[in-house]
């Protein structure tokens, strides 16, 4: 792979990244229509429920009844079977393994299970792969260790299991308190589920974050303002709130349903802003709140522009070295993925960040962030001076995209409004013009 260094005109980097650890786990409950992550519907705990289910007659996909994590995946369906969960758990160490000399002497100061859904994996899965972790990586003592779950798969003890294990915080997909917006979304849980399960969480959790949506099919503003106010009342130090958008290659863009228009969107977006700075929220991150001190350090070293590890199907990793910076791809599909692995070889996709992609690449992470970032940090990070950037930077501060001084770059209000269209103006493409 060609790197970039002196024979690229470019300053070689003085130090590295923090490096974080991810582990993607495929498998979900049932593929949501509006989904476009590498997820896969689990194969049953019970096979018995998929053969009482045979012959019954197909609907149209978003007409089709939601099923409860029971239903879905049979007796005790909350959990992966356990011969697939070994496999996969055999192949992450592979995968590990094979990585392990790029990040020598590297700690590692978060680790992420995403997905999917993790927690259809059992608590002594979870386990496992964290003892296999710290046996290869130096893991800080105080690591943030987030487990993303589901509603539809809480059970009390499971997760006290985690936390055992040393999962210190949960990422819960909420996405609504209302169930029509629930079925509409082809969520598996309804809203008591949702809410027995952040009181679960809250048992065993200290480090919680929610997920929630808005802009969903048919939602009006009072309805999105309860889903917020019915988040805050339990008090969690985090949230993430999406505006749902039809994504390429999901089924709400085969068969779109009726959204919110711009504007009423974009006055939940303002209530939204409006009642978590009220509450104590930090805006600091496009979709990202959390109390004063409390931001994901996970996310965040993805918005610095830091290093991570990561395993798993269709995982994507971004590594550095002194003379170069790549990124990697696993294998999508969870089979493809687990037999690559094992054959030390689940890397589809590597390649280097040339120069020339690399101020659009640094932009593209931070600049999500409410708060922008240090200019010292753009060399830091590339390796780059930032007079590499000179034109882009005055384009975008003409434009009223961005605030600067010699110590920190901001994008302005207007700027987070249109945040593609400042991206923009750092792609190669602009910068060649």
Not at 47 to 54: G, Y
Not at 186 to 203: F, L, M, S
Not at 226 to 232: C, H, I, P, R, S
Request: with cysteine.
């Amino acid at each position: 792979m060609l790197g970039f260094g002196k024979s690229a005109n470019t300053s070689l980097l003085a130090t590295l990244p923090p490096l974080s650890l991810y582990i993607h786990i495929p498998w979900c409950i049932r593929k949501c229509p509006y989904c476009d992550f590498n997820s896969h519907e689990a194969k049953s705990a019970d096979a018995s429920t998929t053969k009482a289910r045979a012959g019954v007659p197909k609907l149209h996909p978003l007409a089709a009844p939601r099923p409860t994590a029971g239903e879905e995946l049979g007796k005790g369906g909350n959990t992966l079977r356990t011969e697939d969960e070994q496999r996969y758990i055999d192949a992450l160490i592979a995968d590990l393994d094979v990585t392990l000399p790029k990040v020598w002497g590297r700690r590692v100061h978060t680790v992420f299970f995403g997905g999917g859904t993790p927690s259809l994996f059992s608590a002594a899965g979870i386990d496992t792969i964290l003892a296999a972790v710290r046996a290869r990586l130096a893991v800080e003592a105080d690591a943030e260790i987030t487990l993303e779950a589901n509603p539809g798969t809480f059970e009390a003890e499971k997760f006290k299991g985690y936390r055992d294990a040393g999962v210190n915080r949960l990422s819960i997909g909420i996405q609504s308190f209302n169930a029509k917006h629930l079925t509409a979304l082809g969520r598996v849980h309804n809203d008591t589920e949702a809410k027995r399960a952040i009181e679960i969480a809250q048992a065993n959790f200290d480090n919680i974050n929610l997920d929630l949506m808005f802009a969903l099919p048919s939602q009006t503003l009072a309805e999105c303002a309860k889903d917020v106010e019915t988040a805050l009342s339990f008090g969690t130090n985090h949230l993430s709130i999406y505006h749902l958008t039809l994504e390429p290659n999901t089924l709400f863009h085969r068969f779109p349903p009726a959204l919110p228009d711009d504007e009423l969107a974009a006055d939940m977006h303002e209530m939204i802003f409006d009642r978590l700075a009220a509450a104590g929220y930090q805006h600091y991150e496009t979709s990202a709140y959390a109390k004063p001190g409390q931001q994901s350090r996970h996310n965040l070293n993805y918005w610095r522009f830091g290093d991570y590890i990561g395993i798993g199907a269709g995982a994507h990793g971004k590594i550095s070295f002194p003379d170069r910076i790549t990124r990697e791809a696993r294998y999508k599909q969870p089979n493809a993925f687990m037999q690559q692995a094992m054959l030390g070889d689940a890397i589809q996709d590597a390649s280097s960040i040339g120069p020339t992609d690399l101020p659009f690449e640094f932009m593209l992470n931070a600049l999500r962030l409410t708060m922008g970032f240090p200019v010292a940090l753009f060399t830091e990070r590339t390796g780059l001076p930032i007079t590499a950037i000179s034109r882009e930077l005055d384009a975008a501060e003409t434009k009223g995209l961005i605030t600067r001084d010699h110590l920190h770059i901001s994008p302005t209000p207007k700027g987070r409004l249109f945040l593609n269209d400042l991206l923009e103006m750092f792609l190669p493409t602009a910068q060649a013009r």
